[in-house]
């Protein structure tokens, strides 16, 4: 995955995933717009944001991007989530902001999880021995 990378807005209307729908359209409006008045634009997209104030994730993100995994496994697609801790993605963007040699895109992540792994996180942050954990979508 790279900067040249962009979210198939087909299958995210397709499973209902509205976020993912939104941001990507929203983006290539902005660039249609600063292509059109010869503006460098210059965008950070930070994968999900993680940190200590947003130690409890939003369960409905988590089983949003789970539900997406599952829709991509049936297609034959190896699943991932990809995290940035908040204080990376902040610096990601300052950086970008005070580089005067900036432009385009920038993926900002810092570790990519598979659909196990996140069940596993889920499990041991949250969970005691006496619950078994089952995901449903």
Partial sequence: MDEKCWTNLDFCREKKLWS?????????????LSNDR????VVVN??????PQLSNPNSHTILNQLKGSKAL??????????????????LA???AFECENATGRYICLQRVFTEDEIKEVIWSSHMTSNYRLVFTH
Avoid: M
């Avoid at 930070?46 to 940190?51: L, N, W």
């Fill in 20 to 32: 993912p729908l939104a941001k990507t359209l929203s983006e290539k409006a902005v660039w249609a």
């Fill in 38 to 41: 010869d503006l460098n634009l």
């Fill in 46 to 51: 930070p994968a999900s944001v993680i940190g």
């Fill in 73 to 90: 496994k049936q297609n034959g697609i190896s699943a991932i989530c990809a995290y940035v801790d908040v204080e990376e993605a902040t």
């Fill in 93 to 95: 963007h300052v950086a």
